[in-house]
């Protein structure tokens, strides 16, 4: 079993390094093998996503990511910039779903900006669709018109990419409370209304599960006035984007959220949720725990190993509930810690 790990850019080589501690200690046999992605490739190569690279990411069974990205490279042409690997490799392997759960730890209540009793017990889990929609439409481009520049971007969808992404979210609302959300934008536009319309076609396969559908201003509106009426929530990809975003920091730090970006066989792209972070990049500070949180939704969704990730899972939330804190979840009272010390403690819990 091979996995690509892509430690990236920024604090990405320092968390991608204690996810890997964790994989090798649960001793099941992995080939890990390391390439550069974003900024780093280009830096090396000229180009975002190598193609040896590319070559080892179609070979491996799944690819652990830490970032990309950073102010370093925004001045690059826009085909350099670290953000075109990320959308290549998510383009290049058929990575079409992207999962990102909300999870609000009970340790971390006091964490999150809302109050306690609007989050406790928060649970979401938040399927986007990665490969279509305003990202990748064509045309797309800046030209000059009528004596003025004229930025444009193509909004659209198959009905096959919206049913595709659509069974899936009901496939994971049927493993946990049985209810959908559908969030999209009808009233205004065109290819979601198909959206909506397709997700509605889809919803009689699933008797057992309950189909809601919401606008998505309500639904970033919604996410911060009651986040708790949400289960499953799935939308486009420049809307999932956002929205995904918005509940992370629900949780009270970006840090703590893992994703998991599947293709149609569930081999994966794992990273966590948060960027490249380059202000603190360097300094053995950053949180890991979405990294290592990601590592386990790999052993979940890609090597089917339930008990190898609620292993990982259960380790991080004895770590938390020890009153281990990197910066950005520290609170008077609890025990802040580094990079690797909090990779430490997660093996010591293991």
Known sequence: MKICVLPGDGIGPEITAEAVRVIEALDLKFELEEALLGGAAVDATGDPYPDATRKLAREADAVLL??????????????????????GIRKDLGLFANLRPA????????????????????????????????????????ENRDGERYGFNTMHYTESEIRRIGRVAFEAARKRNKRLCSVDKMNVLETTQLWRDVMIELAPEYPDVELTHMLVDNAAMQLVRAPKQFDVMVTGN???????????MLTGSIGMLPSASLDANNKGLYEPSHGSAPDIAGKGVANPLATILSAAMMLRYTFNN?????????????VLAQGYRTGDIYEPGTTKVGTKQMGDAVLAAL
């Open 103 to 142: 999870i609000l730890y009970p340790e971390l209540a006091n964490a999150s900006t809302l109050k306690p009793d609007v989050v406790s017990g928060l649970d979401i889990l938040i399927v986007r669709e990665l490969t279509g929609d305003i990202y990748f439409g064509q045309p797309r481009g800046i």
């Open 238 to 248: 420049m809307f999932g984007d956002i929205l995904s975003d918005e509940a992370s």
């Open 66 to 87: 830490g970032a990309v990205g950073g102010p370093k490279w925004d001045n690059l042409p826009r085909e350099q910039r670290p953000e075109r690997g990320l959308l």
């Open 306 to 318: 339930e008990a190898a990730a609620a292993r990982v899972e259960t380790a991080v939330k004895k």
